[in-house]
T-cell receptor
Framework: GAGVSQSPRYKVTKRGQDVALRCDPI?????LYWYRQALGQGPEFLTY????????KSGLPNDRFSAERPEGSISTLTIQRTEQRDSAMYRC???????????FGPGTRLTVT | SQQGEEDPQALSIQEGENATMNCSYK?????LQWYRQNSGRGLVHLIL?????REKHSGRLRVTLDTSKKSSSLLITASRAADTASYFC???????????FGAGTTVTVRA
C-alpha cells in the first residue's frame, strides 16, 4: 500500500514568510509524528498526535511552530515568520498504534533565504 | 536531547564481511527501532525490538537488546555495496512514544 507522503518535497521561502508543510500518513494509522533533521544528525522530535489529539508538543522550538491534525488523518506543520535557522529537513512518520513501528515519509526540505 | 548514541561513528568494511554497530541509551525504554538512511534520503525502518525481547532477525540483519546494560547492537551479515548507508537507533519510552535518535553510524561497504 501507499506509504507516508509529504508535500511539498522542497520549499524555498524568504525570511519572514509563513510556510505550511503537509503530511499524509499511512491509511488507518493512529499516531502521527513530526521530526526535524539537520545534516549529519538523527531526527529530533517536534510533536505528535494520536487521532486528532496533539499528545505532545514539547519539541516545538518556539511559538512560531504549530501543528494540527483536525480529522485524525492529514496533518499540517506551520511555521510562521520563518527564520534562516528554520532551514532543515522536516520529516513526518506514522504508526498503526503508539508503540508500533514508525514509518517515515520522504521529508520536506525547507530552505529559508 | 538525543538519548541513543551509536558506536562507532563510522565503519568501513569489505563486501562480504559482517558489520556490527552498537547503540547505548540512558533511560528505560518501551522499544528500540533501527533505521537506515542512504545519502541523506529517506529513513527506512529495519527492525523494532521491544523491551521484553532479547534478539530479533530480519533477513541478513540481527538485532540484540540488553536492557540491563541499556544497549543494543545491529549486525549486518555478508554485507553488500547496497548496505552503504547511515544507520540510526531510536528509542521510545513507555510514557510517550516519540523516538529519540542517535547521531548514527556511517557504514561504507567497499567492493
Amino acid at each position: 500500500g501507499a506509504g507516508v507522503s509529504q508535500s511539498p518535497r522542497y520549499k524555498v521561502t524568504k525570511r519572514g514568510q509563513d510556510v505550511a508543510l503537509r503530511c499524509d500518513p499511512i491509511s488507518g494509522h493512529v499516531s502521527l509524528y513530526w521530526y526535524r533533521q539537520a545534516l549529519g544528525q538523527g531526527p529530533e522530535f517536534l510533536t505528535y498526535f494520536n487521532y486528532e489529539a496533539q499528545q505532545d508538543k514539547s519539541g516545538l522550538p518556539n511559538d512560531r511552530f504549530s501543528a494540527e491534525r483536525p480529522e485524525g488523518s492529514i496533518s499540517t506543520l506551520t511555521i510562521q515568520r520563518t527564520e534562516q535557522r528554520d532551514s532543515a529537513m522536516y520529516r513526518c512518520a506514522s504508526s498503526a498504534h503508539p508503540s508500533d513501528e514508525q514509518y517515515f515519509g520522504p521529508g520536506t526540505r525547507l530552505t529559508v533565504t | 536531547s538525543q538519548q541513543g548514541e551509536e558506536d562507532p561513528q563510522a565503519l568501513s568494511i569489505q563486501e562480504g564481511e559482517n558489520a556490527t554497530m552498537n547503540c547505548s541509551y540512558k533511560t528505560s525504554i518501551n522499544n528500540l527501532q533501527w533505521y537506515r538512511q542512504n545519502s541523506g534520503r529517506g529513513l527506512v525502518h529495519l527492525i523494532l525490538i521491544r523491551s521484553n525481547e532479547r534478539e530479533k532477525h530480519s533477513g541478513r540483519l540481527r538485532v540484540t537488546l540488553d536492557t540491563s546494560k541499556k544497549s543494543s547492537s545491529l549486525l549486518i551479515t555478508a554485507s553488500r555495496a547496497a548496505d552503504t548507508a547511515s544507520y540510526f537507533c531510536a528509542t521510545a519510552t513507555s510514557n510517550d512514544y516519540k523516538l529519540s535518535f542517535g547521531a548514527g553510524t556511517t557504514v561504507t561497504v567497499r567492493a
